[in-house]
Nanobody
Framework: QVQLVESGGGLVQPGGSLRLSCIVS????????MGWYRQAPGKQRELVAS???????IYTDSVKGRFIISRDNVKKATFLQMNNLKFDDTGVYFC?????????WGQGTQVTVSL
């Protein structure tokens, strides 16, 4: 059974930082694209960042220069370092592992940026 478990979310003030973690079990993630998505209230889920390999990554424009995605294939984990957080970063953050037709999701972790 494949499981993705996110952690690290919470309440943070604007300008603060959080580091999200996603621990995967049941698959070898080395061949998988690992991604972080978020869903704000009333909005569709959107891609935040994805990482195929060390130098092959994508960031949505709004997080470029602030967020860093990384992975550890040995630990079967992916991380999202979020710096200089803004109100618009609020939402539920989901981890995804994808490979061809296969796609697995975590349950999400809430990030709230508020005063």
């Amino acid at each position: 059974q494949v499981q993705l478990v996110e952690s690290g979310g919470g309440l943070v003030q604007p300008g603060g930082s959080l580091r999200l973690s996603c621990i995967v079990s049941g698959i070898d993630i080395s061949a998988y694209t690992m991604g972080w998505y978020r869903q704000a209230p009333g909005k569709q889920r959107e891609l935040v960042a994805s990482l195929i390999s060390t130098n092959n990554f994508i960031y949505t424009d709004s997080v470029k220069g602030r967020f860093i995605i990384s992975r550890d294939n040995v630990k079967k984990a992916t991380f999202l370092q979020m710096n200089n957080l803004k109100f618009d970063d609020t939402g539920v953050y989901f981890c995804q592992a994808s490979y061809g037709a296969y796609s697995f999701w975590g349950q999400g972790t809430q990030v709230t940026v508020s005063l």
